[in-house]
Each structure stands twice: as structure tokens, then as C-alpha cells.
């Protein structure tokens, strides 16, 4: 197997999950980035599925899409907003893809008829993919976290593939940072690090030993703490890095600056510290967010509202649209099944004091009603209204039975005999049963009407957004819908398919077709976002 030229750190976790591996991971990554190194960070799951596409929101929050198409991670939109640069099918790889290749070979002959084990084949497989992305040429360091937490059975794998990469790769060009819990007891009133030590001794008994330990903690750690730490898990004292609690994820990058995370890096892989980081643009940002001239509320309305982590980048999208707009944003969550019941004067009590309305993408029958009826009163009231994927669809199903009097239009994705489908399947589609990998998936091209409210959000006729659905707009009602005032202002070039509509006697009223909280950077926050914002505000008054 080649071994790149490019150096490699590693990131694993242990303790508990959720302690925050992808955004120490993108914190790291930006502030290389800013000293001038070109960085990409990939994710390994551990988990059997192919990918996260097929999977329930309430199982693995948000599916995050790529521009080439792939269903992976909500890391991922982390990676991106954090280091602004596109990432790809090759920067998520799950247990699922590394076993099926693995068997695809053996199906074909490639291992000549030995047996296939974990111990070369899988390992083998995981490392490729590890090396992948330092083979192009195109970093200077690759950044590869491990999901999961050490000592999980699904994790062995990866940890035994880190162990022998680490040796195939030599000294000074990789390192491993652990992220573990440093818990405090209230009782007792005393910061307890026997969890990390627990934790670093799983990982020694695999063969290997971390470089640095990433602590996180809900209190400062003392420098007894730490002297501790680094006596019982042979990681030396600058290597103990404090990872306390934060007001927002994108105070982490100046905070692990702070502890010199980035310098220890460096130095461990035998890189220059010369540069200092330019996090100027960085900074802007944050004292932005953090210094607000105004405040609004928005409602997002969704089916997937009790977990927020389905509806992730949305989120981040409007917290970039929050500094564009010097803006404080709470976001009130209304369950789309909540509204069903209620007549339409009723729905008052879900959208008090609301100056914009979001409504969500997602799939299938539930809260679809709903959120239709979230479309019509966001349009006769003359509220602010995004509307994103199926959002777009509710609210085009909505303008069809209320303003064109096309009683039961529908989508024939929840109503397959429908007498008005005014969303329906797209041609290539019909015949598809399988579901994982088979939607429009990633970016396609867009072209603008210039006489549109959205290409004076973009400021250009061009655009390429991100996709993933498998209903489309029927157009054999485009130029009805036209005639009373709701124009389709995007539309794909290739095939002809509408991917944005607007309503033109309203402050903001958008559907769009894609996802476009996919695209939203903390250095290039989100045209519709920011402008859906500043509306809102104006809206408020």
C-alpha cells in the first residue's frame, strides 16, 4: 500500500458520545487553515448502514448532503461551515461501505481465494481510505475523526487500523488526539478524572497511545488537574487541553487557540509554527453574533422538532444569517401534526409575535397537512415564508387549492390518486425500489428570471444548489400558477424542472427546491437565509 506524503491526525473519543469530536475536529482544521495549511477532515462511523440516508432523523439527526451527491454525517456541514471548502464522498466513510467493498472483492476473486478476516482485509480497506484523501496532492494534513467511543465493539476496527497506519506512516507524520470527559460530582464538589483514565488505558491496551488529551469540562481545569492527567496517561503537561463549555460552537477555534492546540499540533508533526492563524474575518463574525441590534422570531415548522439536530444546518444557516444582520434569532418550534387539527383562525396561538415562518424539508404523509396550512397563513398574512424541499411543496399545494381552487391537489407521494398532482414523481424515478443512494442527490445548475425577487438575493442568473428529494413540481400547471401571481423564478436548465417559486404581491414569500442550508459558511453565509432574515426584521417593524 503507497503511503502519502501528507501528514495525518487522528481523533477518537471516549467516556460518552455526543462530547463534541466534530467540532474540536473543525476548530482544529480551521485554525490550520488560517496559519496557511491546506486541511480537509473526513468522519468514519462505525455503524452498518451504507450511509445515513435511509436512516430515521430521530436515529442520526440531520443527513447531510455533499455537492457530488453523498448521504453523510451532519459532521460534515460542520467541516464546511468551518473551513469554507467543499467536502465529498470520500470525507465519510461507514462500516457499512468499508465491509462492502471488502466483500465485493472477495465476490470478484481479488484475495485469491484466502480467507478474509478482519485482521488484513477490513483494516486494509479502512486504512485506504484513510490515505484516499492524502493522496491527491491536495493537503497538507488530513484530519480523520473516528465515531463512536473507544472500547465500543464497532470502533475496534478503526482503532487497530490507526494502530497500524500510525507505524506504516513514522514518526513525526501523525498524531492522535483523544477527546474524553473530565465529569464534575456536585456532591462531592470535585473535578474526577478516573473516566479519562479509564478511557486512555482502552486505548493503550489497543496499541495506542494519544498524543494529546482534548478534556472536556463544565469547570476550569486547575493545574493539579492536569498534572494528574498527564502522570497517569503518559500524554505530557501543554498535551492536557482544556475544552470547556462554550456560549457557541464558534467561540471553539479561539478557545482551543487559547490552550496553543494548534501549536502543539504542529510541533508534533514537525510542521512550522512560523504563521500566526488570521482569524480577522473569524472574529468579525463572532463579535456580530454576540453584539445584536435587534431581535425576531421565527417559527420552524417541522415533524422532527422535538430533536433540533434534524434540522442542524438550517440552524447554523440562520446563525451565519444572525451576524449578517446584527440579529438576534429565537426560533419557536411548531410541530406540523399540532396544526392539523386546528381551523385557521386558530392558528394565531402557534405564530404569536412570529415575524418569519420557516417550514422544514423531511418525507412522507405525517404533519404534511400541516404544514400546508403553515404555508397559506405565512401567504394571506403577509408573513416572511421560506419554504425548503417539501416545504416548497406545501406551499405550492397550498396556493393550488386556495388561490387556483384546485380542490384535493396534493402530491401523489401522499396521495397517489390525487385528481390535481401537483408534485409528482419524476419520470426517472418510477421504476426505482430501492431507496438508499437513489434520489436526486447533490448539486445541479440553476437559472434565475433577472425580473425575480431571487436573483436580486443571488446577484447572479447562475447558481448550482444542493439537492435531495425525489418529487418534482408538475408543470402542466406552471402557467396557471404563473397567471395568478405565483412566478417560477429558478429553474433547472437541463431538464426544465422548477426549483424555486416566489410570490410576487408579498414582502418575502420563497420556495426552493433544494437545500440551501447546505451551502451556508461562517464566510459565506447564505444569500436566502440572510435575506429572509432581513426581511423578518422589517416585517417586525
Request: aromatic share 8%; net charge negative; with cysteine.
Amino acid at each position: 500500500m503507497q503511503i502519502p506524503n501528507t501528514k495525518f491526525i487522528f481523533v477518537t473519543g471516549g467516556v460518552t458520545s455526543s462530547l463534541g469530536k466534530g467540532i474540536i475536529s473543525a476548530s482544529l482544521g480551521k485554525l490550520l487553515q488560517a496559519r496557511g495549511y491546506k486541511v480537509t477532515i473526513q468522519k468514519f462511523d462505525p455503524y452498518i448502514n451504507i450511509d445515513p440516508g435511509t436512516m430515521n432523523p430521530y436515529e442520526h439527526g440531520e443527513c447531510y448532503v455533499t455537492d457530488d451527491g453523498a448521504e453523510t454525517d451532519l459532521d460534515l456541514g460542520h467541516y464546511e461551515r468551518f473551513l469554507n471548502q467543499p467536502t465529498s464522498q470520500s470525507n465519510n466513510i461507514t462500516t457499512g461501505r468499508v465491509y462492502n467493498e471488502v466483500i465485493s472483492k472477495e465476490r470478484k476473486g481479488d484475495y485469491l481465494g484466502k480467507t478474509v478476516q478482519v485482521i488484513p482485509h477490513i483494516t486494509d480497506e479502512i486504512k485506504r481510505n484513510i490515505y484516499s484523501l492524502g493522496k491527491t496532492g491536495n493537503y497538507d494534513i488530513v484530519i480523520t475523526e473516528i465515531g463512536g467511543c473507544v472500547g465500543d465493539i464497532e470502533s475496534l476496527p478503526y482503532v487497530e487500523a490507526i494502530r497500524q497506519a500510525r507505524w506504516e506512516l513514522g514518526t513525526g507524520n501523525s498524531l492522535v488526539i483523544h477527546l474524553t470527559l473530565i465529569p464534575y460530582l456536585k456532591a462531592a464538589k470535585e473535578l474526577k478524572t478516573k473516566p479519562t483514565q479509564n478511557s486512555v488505558k482502552t486505548l493503550l491496551e489497543y496499541g495506542v497511545q494519544p498524543n494529546i488529551l482534548v478534556c472536556r469540562t463544565e469547570h476550569h481545569l486547575p493545574i493539579e488537574i492536569r498534572q494528574k492527567i498527564s502522570r497517569f496517561c503518559n500524554v505530557s503537561l501543554q498535551s492536557v487541553i482544556e475544552s470547556i463549555d462554550a456560549e457557541t460552537i464558534y467561540d471553539v477555534p479561539l478557545l482551543m487557540r487559547k490552550e496553543k492546540l494548534d501549536e502543539i499540533v504542529l510541533e508534533g508533526l514537525s510542521l512550522s509554527v512560523e504563521n500566526e492563524p488570521k482569524l480577522e474575518q473569524w472574529k468579525q463574525f463572532l463579535g456580530k453574533l454576540k453584539n445584536p441590534t435587534t431581535e425576531v422570531k421565527i417559527a420552524l415548522v417541522g415533524k422532527y422538532v422535538e430533536l433540533p439536530d434534524a434540522y442542524k444546518s438550517i440552524i447554523e444557516a440562520l446563525t451565519h444569517a444572525r451576524a449578517v444582520n446584527e440579529c438576534k434569532i429565537r426560533i419557536e418550534w411548531v410541530q406540523a401534526e399540532s396544526l392539523f387539527s386546528h381551523s385557521e383562525d386558530n392558528l394565531g396561538q402557534f405564530f404569536e409575535d412570529v415575524s418569519g415562518i420557516i417550514v422544514a424539508p423531511g418525507f412522507g404523509e405525517r404533519g404534511i397537512e400541516g404544514k400546508i396550512k403553515a404555508a397559506a397563513y405565512a401567504r394571506e398574512r403577509k408573513i416572511p415564508f421560506l419554504g425548503i424541499c417539501l416545504g416548497m411543496q406545501c406551499a405550492v399545494i397550498s396556493f393550488a387549492r386556495d388561490v387556483l381552487g384546485l380542490t384535493g391537489a396534493n402530491s401523489t407521494e401522499i396521495d397517489s390518486s390525487t385528481s390535481h398532482p401537483i408534485i409528482s414523481l419524476m419520470e426517472e424515478q418510477e421504476d426505482i425500489t430501492q431507496l438508499g443512494g437513489t434520489m436526486r442527490l447533490g448539486a445541479y445548475p440553476c437559472k434565475l428570471k433577472k425580473s425575480s425577487k431571487a436573483f436580486s438575493i443571488y446577484e447572479k442568473q447562475s447558481i448550482s444548489e444542493r439537492h435531495r428529494h425525489r418529487y418534482e413540481f408538475n408543470n402542466t400547471y406552471l402557467e396557471d400558477f404563473e397567471k395568478k401571481g405565483m412566478m417560477a423564478s429558478g429553474i433547472n436548465p437541463e431538464k426544465n424542472l422548477v426549483e424555486i417559486v416566489e410570490l410576487k404581491n408579498h414582502p418575502f414569500y420563497i420556495g426552493v427546491q433544494f437545500h440551501p442550508e447546505l451551502k451556508s459558511t461562517v464566510e459565506n453565509p447564505h444569500p436566502l437565509f440572510s435575506s429572509f432574515i432581513a426581511a423578518s426584521i422589517l416585517a417586525k417593524g
